[in-house]
């Protein structure tokens, strides 16, 4: 089974989340809390690989590590 790669803004959230010195499981409880949707460790692996794009939460992710926005995402 070949593994989907990560994307620039994947690759820029495990980044940030080793910077901030936190876990995954603190970042999808703080984009639940944010966006009242639901999140979890595969949703948060399909955004990280492209799989899915849900702008509500790609824009809590982004809030929440402080990252900004890039035209390619």
């Known amino acids: 089974m070949e593994q989907t790669k990560t994307t620039p803004f994947g690759?820029?959230?495990?980044k940030r989340l080793v910077d901030l010195e936190q876990k995954q499981a603190w970042l999808?409880?703080?984009v639940k809390e944010r966006t009242?949707?639901?999140?979890d460790g595969s949703y948060l692996y399909k955004?990280?690989?492209g799989q899915l794009n849900t702008p509500?939460?790609?824009q809590a992710i982004r809030e929440i590590?402080?990252?900004?926005?890039?035209p390619q995402d």
């Open 36 to 39: 009242g949707l639901f999140f």
């Open 28 to 30: 999808i409880e703080q």
């Open 56 to 58: 509500n939460i790609v």
């Open 11 to 14: 690759k820029e959230v495990k």
């Open 65 to 70: 590590l402080d990252i900004p926005d890039t």
């Open 47 to 49: 955004v990280m690989t």
